[in-house]
């Protein structure tokens, strides 16, 4: 299979993650007999300080002439502290969702044995964890009509019935291929949004009757995926619910550094890690590769390369079961292995 993969690494630790998906990729297309074409593009803040803009027309050209993106992460702490600023890296992630109609954010979020320990939740609550969260990526108050002043802000909530009935569709769909069990996370009690929500939902449950749904405010939810992530199969959620729940689940898998997701939508997928861009630790040779290199994984088994994606995941696997891991999931005692380090020997093992 070719495959043209639209590359944008963007800031902090992106630059030198990135570089270890692809060099993983290429050795999966050694081993299996595959091309990859890459095509690197600018996002973020380093798009900012090249063209001023954080998600340039150039860049979405690039992106919606691929058949995938593999995206890192976009974030400047020069950014972060003037509210007045009307250009952020952020912004550009937003305008990249929206311009590629990516509505629908999976994320899985397993545990691994060897890793338990690391997590500060006790072992017996969250060993053999699987769910997966599919967050709504383009409406909500992330894109409904914003207003501020010195003295009054307002964000609204907005959310039309085609927009909830397309993410609801993928949350059932993926409750179908797993345990068929879904979860629907609102708020029904005090947002009217959320009344919608779950108006709809119940008026799809019959369209999908071999898929068991229950119904959580986000308040119970966020407290229960700490305290009983192993009653979740796939839970499906709003935009601003999904960012806090799916950040949330990295207190199950220990590290962000291990979580991957996708972003599907009405054009070219887009697959990257969650952890965001760490500036703190930009150039250092510390930053874990593993979400990266999984997020390929992932968007090799989208195009239905599962022999690909399991060579990928098997590699990691063993490259933590054989404590080759960075300083934030070492054991203790335990050499603490770089970026790179991580990188080359996962391609060794494919």
Partial sequence: MKLNIAVLAGDGIGPEIMPQAINVLNAVARKFGHEFVYHEALCGAHAIDEVGDPFPEETYKVCMDADAVLFAAVGDPRFDNDPTLKVRPETGLLAMRKKLGLFANVRPVATFDCLLHKSPLKEELIKGADFVVIRELTGGMYFGEKYQ???????????????????????????????????????????????????????????????????????????????????????????????????????????????????????????????????????????????????????LEHFGLNAEGAAIRKACDEALESNIRTPEIQVEGGKAYGTKEIGEWIVNHI
């Fill in 149 to 299: 002043d010195n003295d009054k802000a307002y964000d609204t909530d907005i959310y039309y019935r085609p927009e909830i009935e397309r993410i609801l569709k993928v949350g059932f769909e993926f409750a179908q291929k797993r345990n068929k069990h879904l979860t629907v996370v609102d708020k029904a009690n005090v947002l009217a949004s959320s009344r919608l929500w779950r108006q709809i939902a119940q008026e799809m449950e019959s369209l999908y009757p071999d898929v068991n749904v229950d119904y959580m405010f986000i308040d119970n939810a966020s407290m229960r995926v700490l305290t009983e992530p192993r009653f979740f199969d796939v839970i499906v959620t709003e935009n601003t619910f999904g960012d806090i729940l799916t950040d949330e689940t990295s207190a199950i898998t220990g590290s962000m550094g291990l979580q991957p997701s996708a972003s599907l939508g009405e054009h070219t997928p887009l697959f990257e890690p969650v952890h965001g861009s760490w500036p703190q630790a930009a150039g250092k040779n510390i930053a874990n590769p593993l979400a990266q290199i999984l997020s390929a994984a992932m968007m």
